[in-house]
């Protein structure tokens, strides 16, 4: 079983949808959660970040995270074609280790 | 602009050829990375840098050899030994190798061996 368990997809919506994409892992000891957009060709750019579980917002994007369940999730409201992109999770802080464990990502179609 | 700079975005190799990717950054981190990345497998870490002179591997190092001459830069030689070196690849650096510090990524360099 990997650390880090991501849905590659695709997931195709419409243009306006809320978007929901996940990741579990099964390292308790993570305390560090990361999300990144990838668009095709380029390198990875920082969404949001957060410590704790609860939720985090920014704009139309909402950073979710259950550590009971061992459970992250990035929420979209308002989905555009732009945001058409390959979304991955990060986490770290297991066993003092702070070098990232990725997700293989999650590609998203908006379509209009 | 503070960001990462790598160069060339494309490189083209034969078979049996060392090449060297460059890797530069103005954002006074003192943490730099290499990571592969393969469609469908994610990234994968190949060496890492806390400090200047000094470079630690990373899960696939073999095949690879980097240094850190200056804090701003992080090249990374892809050898002869490497067996699959055809892949894209992304350089990242971070304030420190520390719990509450972000990666931040380059633009990545695209590299086919034939």
């Known amino acids: 079983q990997k650390e880090v368990e991501q849905d590659p997809g695709p997931l195709s919506v419409p243009e306006g949808a809320i978007v929901s994409l996940n990741c579990t892992y099964s390292n308790s000891a993570f305390q560090y959660f990361m999300w990144y957009r990838q668009y095709s060709r380029k390198g990875p750019e920082l969404l949001m970040y957060?410590?704790?579980?609860g939720n985090k917002e920014d704009g139309r994007f909402t950073a979710q995270v259950d550590k009971s369940s061992k459970y992250i999730s990035l929420f979209i409201r308002d989905s555009q074609p732009s945001d058409s992109a390959t979304y991955l999770c990060?986490?770290?802080?297991?066993?003092?280790?702070?070098?990232?464990?990725f997700g293989r990502g999650t590609s998203l179609i908006v379509h209009p | 602009d503070g960001g990462i700079t790598q160069s060339p975005k494309y490189l083209f190799r034969k078979e049996g050829q060392n090449v060297t990717l460059s890797c530069e950054q103005n954002?006074?981190?003192?943490?730099m990375y290499w990571y592969r990345q393969d469609p469908g497998q994610g990234l994968r870490l190949i060496y890492y840098?806390?400090?200047?002179?000094?470079?630690q591997k990373g899960d696939i190092a073999e095949g690879y050899s980097v240094s850190r001459e200056k804090k701003e830069s992080f090249p990374l030689t892809v050898t002869s030994a490497q067996k699959n070196p055809t892949a894209f690849y992304l350089c990242a650096s971070s304030m420190a190798l520390d719990l509450s510090y972000e990666q931040y990524f380059g633009p990545g360099t695209r590299l086919t061996v034939t």
């Open positions: 957060t410590y704790s579980s």
């Open positions: 840098s806390q400090i200047v002179n000094d470079f």
């Open positions: 954002l006074n981190h003192d943490a």
């Open positions: 990060a986490m770290k802080g297991s066993g003092g280790s702070y070098i990232p464990t």
